[in-house]
């Protein structure tokens, strides 16, 4: 009796067991139906926002490019290592030598007791304040968490920092554009990092934002010195701090904002306790040295070797996983696993066939993961994947069930990417392409084509871009085939630079500043409200929209000067054409002649500064090249430097002088252009070329050093020659780490002619007269035509702090022989000299002029006109006001 009872209970579990099978079987399908008649053509990503896809800028993409890293230097310049250099090998290696450890972890007493308070971090400023505070520590404490499932690489979604004294949490998804802030503190070899266990965290922090760790305790390390049972930091904090925490929530989705109390309670309690583990364990780790010592020599032997093993993690690098094929790792190990799991004499997993469909179908899912930014995992399974090849479905909905029933536990199965390209699938296995290669032109071309399905980002472009070429038609004419994707690349490209560099908020907040006697003085945006009022300038006097009223008389009025434009709202629309899905900043007086105005004609001044759609900046940009050229003829003055001499040589040129002023030039230096030219080839190809090729080669180089012969070292200077700082890192990263000697060279060179001072030439006469009585600093630059001008060394100009002999401003760094540096400050210091402002004025007047005829703009604010004056009278409490500006310095 009991027996039956009990077979009946099993067949009531077991038909309970078939229906719920069935009935989620059928939910499925019906879902699929439902999915395939709404979105069969169409990816998900068009309705779904993923956050990484608001980051500006990825420095690893999902292409099988190889990853660059990157080494800050000074706080402007970066130079690419190869791939097998770590960019602070010196610095670690130093370290490891020399461990530092003359510190402790805590100052003083320490509670074990964690308060409610921390900060999270989510703007720029707060980043920035954060660097500062860190700056000032000795140690600081780090813990990161990273999301996968959601990504192909992966990204870091939260950082937790805490020092002794305060707990911080970044929010690295909003600031991911932004975390460049932080490399300098984590590169600092000055400043000790505490992780736990941070093989991971180190390469990640690379992959993501460039930021390397320098100088590192990991207490993961310490636990394997000291041989604890256990080296986990659950562990840790339960043994150490009588703290217990669930590492469940390690596997909490991390994207999600904002995050729960227990998440940011974990989050934090990984960093806050590290503190004072670390200084715990270093504690046991000299005692443990005491004890063992034979002699007072080996006392720290435990605690340097923790040391040493934790900076040997530093030297990690990050590279990206690069195969013959796509998914041919994964098909690989798929196949031996199921042959081991049938057993040696498994037919089907020997099957040539069944191995084949594997191979297809992991080189489909690794390339709609890279397309689509997901995880293999998430787009699908292994498990799926057996089952595909074993059944080989012959229909779409036979394929959708099979996942489903493969993957029934799954969160998401089948995923997105599955129901939105579930026609792809059945295309591929119908078809089956006789060749694997074919595979990677079909899925592009699917997907990203001119006609593609999904959305191009920057994680996928790249892998467009590097296979355009297979992308075209087979079946376009011929001819057509180049233009369709000139034009389809050109769209991609547009579509990206929209996405990249448009706005992403509104520019004009249209806030209300008034003067203290209730008169309006202008609209502007929430941060110069703020800042008045911060500072005790201002109270608010209404907030929806946010208005202000000085506390103080402020310089003028608007109306007062003619400057009506200030007082009038402003719409967040192109001013040409009214576009207001996407616009960017437009300076119409070009930045390198603005940049020399006279402060009071250019500071902060949002007139001539105008919103432009991509289309009609390029119509804008495009006349105003041209107008540049214009001015350049019209003013005798070029836009490039046309021809240098070497500073040491130039001092016996004057018979080269005579003969420029004789119309002769041919001996009067050379092309900057060519010169880097003709050095780059002797260093790469000199020994190799024709002995005729490389004279001629010689002879330009010889040129610029005055004829004397040149050795390699010359070579290398010259191929810097006439580079703006910019123009010079695009060059150290092409060639490398040659060119150190040559930065050294340089400043070699620069020191050298400043202490010379500015007593060793005199300037020739200029293109229209206007360089007479300029001093030169050490080199002779001279135009086609013959005319000797001194513009400046050549060595020294690489450098970009001298130029005509006159110091520079911090902000006219970006000066270079072959930009318009030289050119716009020349244009400029002509107007002042002949015309004062009133040619300046009138100069900005033609530049409105050539907008408006370029572009035509429709939407201009209100009071916005050609003859607009530009003058600004500075207030007591004004940033630009030069006896403030002293006051400050």
Same mark, same amino acid.
């Given at each position: 009796?009991?027996?039956?009872?009990?077979?009946?209970?099993?067949?009531?579990?077991?038909?309970?067991?078939?229906?719920?099978?069935?009935?989620?079987?059928?939910? $499925?399908?019906?879902?699929?139906?439902?999915?395939?008649?709404?979105?069969?053509?169409?990816?998900?990503?068009?309705?779904?926002?993923?956050?990484?896809f608001?980051?500006? $800028?990825?420095?690893? @993409?999902?292409?099988?490019?190889?990853?660059?890293?990157?080494?800050?230097?000074?706080?402007?310049?970066?130079?690419?290592?190869?791939?097998n250099?770590?960019?602070?090998?010196?610095?670690?290696?130093?370290?490891?030598?020399?461990?530092?450890?003359?510190?402790?972890?805590?100052?003083?007493?320490?509670?074990?007791?964690?308060?409610?308070?921390?900060?999270?971090?989510?703007?720029e400023?707060?980043?920035?304040?954060l660097?500062?505070?860190?700056?000032?520590?000795?140690?600081?404490?780090?813990?990161t968490?990273?999301?996968?499932?959601?990504?192909?690489?992966?990204?870091?979604?939260?950082?937790?920092?805490?020092?002794?004294?305060?707990?911080?949490?970044?929010?690295t998804?909003a600031l991911?554009?932004?975390?460049?802030?932080?490399r300098?503190?984590?590169?600092?070899?000055?400043?000790?990092?505490v992780?736990?266990?941070? @093989?991971?965290?180190?390469?990640?922090?690379?992959?993501?934002?460039?930021?390397?760790?320098?100088?590192?305790?990991?207490?993961?390390?310490?636990?394997?010195?000291?041989?604890?049972?256990?080296?986990?930091?659950?562990?840790?904090l339960?043994?150490?701090?009588?703290?217990?925490?669930?590492?469940?929530?390690?596997?909490?989705?991390?994207?999600?904002?904002?995050?729960?109390?227990?998440?940011?309670?974990?989050?934090?309690?990984?960093?806050?306790?590290?503190?004072?583990?670390?200084?715990s364990?270093?504690?046991?780790?000299?005692?443990l040295?005491?004890?063992?010592?034979?002699?007072?020599?080996?006392?720290?032997?435990?605690?340097?070797?923790?040391?040493?093993?934790?900076?040997?993690?530093?030297?990690?690098?990050?590279?990206?996983?690069?195969?013959?094929?796509?998914?041919?790792?994964?098909?690989?190990?798929?196949?031996?696993?199921?042959?081991?799991?049938?057993?040696? &004499?498994?037919?089907?997993?020997?099957?040539?066939?069944?191995?084949?469909?594997?191979?297809?179908?992991?080189?489909?899912?690794?390339?709609?993961?890279?397309?689509?930014?997901?995880?293999?995992?998430?787009?699908?399974?292994?498990?799926?994947?057996?089952?595909?090849?074993?059944?080989?479905?012959?229909?779409?909905?036979?394929?959708?069930?099979?996942?489903?029933?493969?993957?029934?536990?799954?969160?998401?199965?089948?995923?997105?990417?599955?129901?939105?390209?579930?026609?792809?699938?059945?295309?591929?296995?119908?078809d089956?392409?006789?060749?694997?290669?074919?595979?990677?032109?079909?899925?592009l071309?699917?997907?990203?084509?001119?006609?593609?399905?999904?959305p191009?980002?920057?994680?996928?472009?790249?892998?467009?871009?590097?296979?355009?070429?297979?992308?075209?038609?087979?079946?376009?004419p011929?001819?057509?085939?180049?233009?369709?994707?000139?034009?389809?690349?050109?769209?991609?490209?547009?579509?990206?630079?929209?996405?990249?560099?448009?706005?992403?908020?509104?520019?004009?907040?249209?806030?209300?500043?008034?003067?203290?006697?209730?008169?309006?003085?202008?609209?502007?945006?929430?941060?110069?409200?703020?800042?008045?009022?911060?500072?005790?300038?201002?109270?608010?006097?209404?907030?929806?929209?946010?208005?202000?009223m000085?506390?103080?008389?402020?310089?003028?009025?608007?109306?007062?000067?003619?400057? @009506?434009?200030?007082?009038?709202?402003?719409?967040?629309?192109?001013?040409?054409?009214?576009?207001?899905?996407?616009?960017?900043?437009?300076?119409?007086?070009?930045?390198?002649?603005?940049?020399?105005?006279?402060?009071?004609?250019?500071?902060?001044?949002?007139?001539?500064?105008?919103?432009?759609?991509?289309?009609?900046?390029?119509?804008?940009?495009?006349?105003?090249?041209?107008?540049?050229?214009?001015?350049?003829?019209?003013?005798?003055?070029?836009?490039?430097?046309?021809?240098?001499?070497?500073s040491?040589e130039?001092?016996?040129?004057?018979?080269?002088?005579?003969?420029?002023?004789?119309?002769?030039?041919?001996?009067?230096?050379?092309?900057?252009?060519?010169?880097?030219?003709?050095?780059?080839?002797?260093?790469?190809?000199?020994?190799?070329m024709?002995?005729?090729?490389?004279?001629?080669?010689?002879?330009?180089?010889?040129?610029?050093?005055?004829?004397?012969?040149?050795?390699?070292?010359?070579?290398?200077?010259?191929?810097?020659?006439?580079?703006?700082?910019?123009?010079?890192?695009?060059?150290?990263?092409?060639?490398?780490?040659?060119?150190?000697?040559?930065?050294?060279?340089?400043?070699?060179?620069?020191?050298?002619? &400043?202490n010379?001072?500015?007593?060793?030439?005199?300037?020739?006469?200029?293109?229209?007269g206007?360089?007479?009585?300029?001093?030169?600093?050490?080199?002779?630059?001279?135009?086609?035509?013959?005319?000797?001008?001194?513009?400046?060394?050549?060595?020294?100009?690489?450098?970009?702090?001298?130029?005509?002999?006159?110091?520079?401003?911090?902000?006219?760094?970006?000066?270079?022989?072959?930009?318009?540096?030289?050119?716009?400050?020349?244009?400029?210091?002509?107007?002042?000299?002949?015309?004062?402002?009133?040619?300046?004025?009138?100069?900005?007047?033609?530049?409105?002029k050539?907008?408006?005829?370029?572009?035509?703009?429709?939407?201009?604010?209100?009071?916005?006109?050609?003859?607009?004056?530009?003058?600004?009278?500075?207030?007591?409490?004004?940033?630009?006001?030069?006896?403030?500006?002293?006051?400050?310095?």
């Open positions: 009796m009991e027996v039956n009872e009990k077979v009946k209970i099993v067949m009531s579990v077991a038909s309970i067991v078939a229906v719920t099978v069935l009935l989620v079987a059928e939910y $499925r399908r019906r879902r699929y139906r439902k999915k395939q008649t709404s979105s069969l053509s169409s990816c998900y990503l068009h309705s779904e926002l993923k956050p990484q608001g980051f500006k $800028r990825v420095l690893a @993409d999902n292409s099988y490019s190889g990853f660059k890293h990157l080494k800050l230097d000074d706080g402007s310049s970066s130079i690419e290592k190869t791939s250099c770590h960019p602070y090998e010196t610095e670690i290696t130093a370290l490891l030598e020399n461990p530092k450890l003359e510190f402790g972890f805590l100052r003083g007493e320490y509670s074990l007791e964690m308060n409610d308070s921390y900060l999270w971090i989510e703007t400023s707060q980043l920035k304040e660097a500062e505070t860190l700056a000032k520590e000795k140690v600081f404490a780090v813990d968490e990273q999301h996968s499932f959601r990504s192909f690489l992966g990204f870091t979604a939260l950082i937790q920092i805490s020092t002794q004294d305060e707990d911080f949490l970044v929010d998804i991911h554009d932004s975390m460049s802030i932080l300098s503190v984590f590169s600092d070899p000055h400043i000790c990092k992780f736990h266990g941070a @093989d991971n965290d180190v390469l990640w922090l690379q992959r993501d934002f460039h930021i390397y760790v320098v100088n590192m305790f990991d207490t993961a390390k310490a636990c394997e010195v000291l041989s604890k049972p256990q080296r986990s930091l659950a562990y840790l339960e043994a150490v701090c009588g703290v217990t925490t669930n590492k469940l929530l390690q596997r909490e989705d991390w994207r999600q904002r904002p995050l729960s109390k227990e998440m940011v309670l974990y989050a934090r309690t990984d960093a806050h306790y590290l503190l004072y583990i670390a200084d364990l270093t504690a046991e780790l000299k005692q040295a005491t004890e063992d010592s034979s002699s007072p020599d080996d006392k720290f032997h435990f605690l340097l070797e923790t040391s040493r093993r934790s900076n040997m993690t530093c030297l990690q690098l990050f590279t990206k996983e690069t195969e013959d094929f796509p998914g041919n790792a994964a098909a690989s190990s798929l196949i031996y696993r199921h042959l081991n799991g049938h057993g040696d &004499n498994s037919t089907i997993s020997l099957d040539a066939e069944f191995q084949e469909h594997v191979r297809e179908l992991c080189a489909w899912r690794d390339l709609m993961a890279r397309i689509h930014d997901e995880s293999t995992r998430y787009v699908l399974s292994d498990q799926a994947i057996i089952a595909l090849a074993r059944k080989q479905p012959t229909t779409t909905e036979e394929i959708y069930d099979t996942i489903a029933q493969t993957d029934m536990g799954a969160e998401s199965s089948p995923s997105a990417v599955i129901c939105s390209h579930l026609n792809d699938i059945y295309q591929m296995t119908r089956k392409l006789a060749n694997l290669d074919e595979i990677l032109p079909v899925v071309q699917k997907c990203l084509g001119t006609d593609g399905t999904c191009i980002s920057i994680f996928n472009y790249s892998l467009l871009v590097n296979f355009s070429t297979k992308l075209t038609s087979r079946s376009a011929k001819q057509n085939r180049h233009k369709n994707l000139k034009q389809f690349t050109r769209k991609t490209s547009r579509e990206l630079f929209v996405k990249k560099f448009s706005c992403k908020a509104p520019v004009y907040h249209n806030c209300r500043i008034y003067a203290n006697d209730g008169r309006l003085l202008c609209y502007c945006d929430r941060r110069k409200l703020e800042w008045y009022v911060n500072r005790g300038l201002a109270k608010l006097v209404e907030e929806n929209p946010p208005a202000i000085l506390l103080f008389e402020p310089k003028g009025r608007p109306e007062d000067e003619g400057n @009506d434009f200030y007082i009038q709202t402003k719409k967040n629309v192109c001013v040409g054409c009214g576009e207001g899905n996407h616009y960017l900043r437009y300076r119409i007086i070009p930045s390198c002649y603005r940049v020399h105005f006279p402060e009071h004609l250019k500071s902060h001044r949002s007139h001539d500064i105008v919103l432009l759609c991509v289309d009609c900046h390029e119509v804008a940009h495009a006349a105003a090249e041209r107008y540049k050229k214009q001015i350049a003829t019209e003013f005798g003055i070029p836009l490039f430097v046309r021809r240098v001499l070497d040491k130039a001092q016996g040129t004057s018979s080269s002088m005579e003969d420029e002023s004789n119309g002769n030039s041919e001996e009067a230096g050379v092309s900057p252009l060519h010169l880097r030219t003709a050095a780059m080839a002797l260093l790469r190809h000199g020994n190799r024709p002995s005729s090729r490389r004279e001629e080669l010689l002879q330009t180089v010889k040129m610029y050093y005055g004829g004397r012969d040149i050795s390699e070292e010359d070579l290398e200077r010259a191929l810097l020659i006439g580079l703006s700082p910019h123009e010079r890192r695009k060059l150290e990263r092409k060639k490398g780490a040659s060119l150190k000697h040559s930065i050294e060279v340089s400043l070699m060179d620069k020191q050298e002619n &400043n010379k001072g500015q007593d060793e030439t005199n300037g020739g006469e200029g293109l229209a206007f360089e007479k009585n300029m001093n030169v600093e050490s080199s002779t630059v001279a135009d086609d035509s013959g005319n000797g001008t001194s513009e400046g060394d050549g060595a020294t100009e690489l450098n970009d702090t001298q130029c005509n002999g006159n110091t520079l401003h911090q902000q006219n760094s970006k000066l270079s022989l072959l930009g318009h540096g030289p050119h716009g400050k020349q244009i400029v210091e002509y107007l002042l000299r002949e015309h004062g402002e009133d040619g300046v004025r009138d100069f900005c007047q033609r530049w409105r050539v907008f408006v005829d370029a572009v035509h703009p429709r939407h201009l604010p209100g009071g916005w006109n050609i003859s607009h004056s530009g003058r600004r009278d500075f207030g007591e409490f004004s940033v630009y006001n030069p006896t403030k500006r002293l006051s400050t310095e």
